[in-house]
């Protein structure tokens, strides 16, 4: 019986941690897609812009060319950083909700333990 009890607090502990890796995976993936939907954006604006600047003179182009290939580098390693930054404190935050869920679950089994010793010790 007590077993019983145990295996399903254990079983609930359980599915709680998978719902909130997956919540927490769902989000980290549609923060990646966003982001690159953003860049898809960038890069489409800079294609256009492209066209535009190939109508001009053949000196302006290549200066044009020059400063939007280096402007679409910034962007790119703009969004690069913020990719990183957004996967590094995801993953600090699933490292620290896991680390305060073991906390609490051993909490939790510890303070079942004892109520169940008392209640032998009772007997």
């Not at 890796?21 to 812009?49: F, G, R, W, Y």
């Not at 302006?60 to 930054?85: C, D, P, V, W, Y």
Request: no cysteine; proline share 0%.
């Amino acid at each position: 019986e007590l077993a019983d009890e145990l295996s399903r607090e254990y079983d609930l502990h359980n599915t709680r941690l998978l719902k909130l890796k997956m919540t927490l995976i769902q989000e980290e993936e549609a923060l990646k897609k966003s982001q690159a939907k953003d860049t898809a954006t960038l890069i489409n604006e800079h294609e256009a812009a492209m066209a535009k600047v190939k109508l001009t003179m053949t000196s302006k182009l290549q200066l044009s060319k020059q400063a939007m290939l280096t402007q679409k580098n910034q962007i790119e390693q703009r969004h690069r950083t913020s990719l990183g930054k957004i996967d590094k404190d995801l993953s600090e935050k699933k490292e620290l909700w896991e680390k305060d869920y073991a906390i609490m679950s051993e909490n939790r089994i510890a303070e079942r333990n004892e109520q169940n010793r008392k209640i032998l010790m009772q007997r």
